[in-house]
């Protein structure tokens, strides 16, 4: 069975013991967000995590395979607003948004209209986003810049719901989310391991790595049922997803 990976360390902990042969029944296959679900939804691979938003907007060809997750209770680390200039979002400000991002760039359209502010949200194309006030980073991009964070979306999201952010989760065959929990379980298991390889890989302490880790959750339950429908709930509030599910970006 083929299935989606994300290109990130955020995907290095749940896809290590598939890639090691701790567990069997699977081969990854790298790509961004869009990319693999787009390669889902033409039957070139049997799952992948979709991102939550994609997820809504295609859910009547998609359907979910239980087990797994991206997502954070709180701080998720990856994914984040920076500001080399500015210490707080203002009124006005204008933001540049990743070009891989999709979930995140309507999750911080909803901030935005909790907190009253109007800004500019764009994506960033080919500038740079020191030509804005603001970006929005993900992935690895986000991890690197981490020390100008101004806002933390995974954080800003349980301090709006009180709710886990589902970031991404995993469509297709119904029998990938047994093998996701199992090489999910398997690498909570080789922690230790999993956070030294990590480190030598990526470049990032072991602390570094140890705190990331811990900050990502990737279950599925009804708790992270119950808060991917508050946001659709809210993108719908916001009318970022109309009754056709089709984004109005």
Known sequence: ??????????????????????????????GYPRELTDRL??????????????YLIHRDDLSISPGFTISSEGRVMSVILISEKYSSLFDGARIGVSGYSTTSFNLLKIIL??????CRVEYMGGESHESYDFA????????RYR???????GEEWFYLTGKPMVFAVLCGDPDAGQIMRKSVDCGLKKFPE????????????REFIEEYFKCLKYGWSKKEK????????????YRLIDD???SRR
Do not use: H, Q
Request: proline letters at 5%; charged letters at 30%; one cysteine or more.
């Open 1 to 30: 069975m083929r299935i989606g990976k994300f290109p990130w360390l955020n995907c290095f902990l749940p896809y290590y013991c598939i890639e090691s042969g701790d567990v069997s029944g699977a081969e990854p296959v790298t």
């Open 226 to 237: 119950r808060a991917l429908e508050e946001f659709e709930e809210r993108c719908r509030d």
């Open 136 to 143: 929005l980073l993900i992935g690895d991009t986000a991890l």
């Open 244 to 246: 056709d599910r089709e």
């Open 41 to 54: 939804l033409e039957g070139d691979i049997s799952a992948t995590p979709v991102p939550s938003f994609l």
């Open 113 to 118: 209209n909790e907190r009253d502010l109007n």
């Open 194 to 205: 999993i956070v030294e390889r990590g480190s030598d890989i990526y470049g990032y302490s």
């Open 147 to 153: 020390e100008y964070t101004v806002m933390d979306l």
